[in-house]
Nanobody, 127 residues
Framework: QGQLVESGGGLGETGGSLRLSCAASGRTVTPYARGWFRQAPGKEVEFVAAISWAGGTTYYADSVKGRFTISRDNAKNTVYLQMNSLKPADTAVYSC????????????????????WGQGTQVTVSS
């Protein structure tokens, strides 16, 4: 399996926007799904969004629904997370994850459904 590489993190302002990218490099296999998780200091890993690779069905955490959009570019083997209306509570390390095996829809929000992870990229939102 290839390596997942995130980019696009950094410093954003409240109400502003950032876009994260997650590209697969090296020897790649078409994933079943790819998602974004985040972890703020002192907190548990939290599901953010996910997308099924074949059909493009999307899933969002309630905390980001309506503000974040996940999308994919199959040709580039890349998934994006467009983050709008940023809040200080969005500050976290964002990690990309993918699964190469089928799992039912109810598991999209579960971190252990994914078998490959990127290193993460820091997103900091100033108030």
């Amino acid at each position: 399996q290839g390596q997942l590489v995130e980019s696009g993190g950094g410093l954003g302002e409240t109400g502003g926007s950032l876009r994260l990218s997650c590209a697969a490099s090296g020897r790649t296999v078409t994933p079943y799904a790819r998602g974004w998780f985040r972890q703020a200091p002192g907190k548990e890993v939290e599901f953010v969004a996910a997308i099924s690779w074949a059909g493009g069905t999307t899933y969002y955490a309630d905390s980001v629904k309506g503000r974040f959009t996940i999308s994919r570019d199959n040709a580039k083997n890349t998934v994006y997370l467009q983050m709008n209306s940023l809040k200080p509570a969005d500050t976290a390390v964002y990690s990309c994850a993918e699964s190469h095996t089928y799992f039912p829809n109810r598991r999209y929000r579960e971190r252990y459904a994914y078998d490959s992870w990127g290193q993460g990229t820091q997103v900091t939102v100033s108030s």
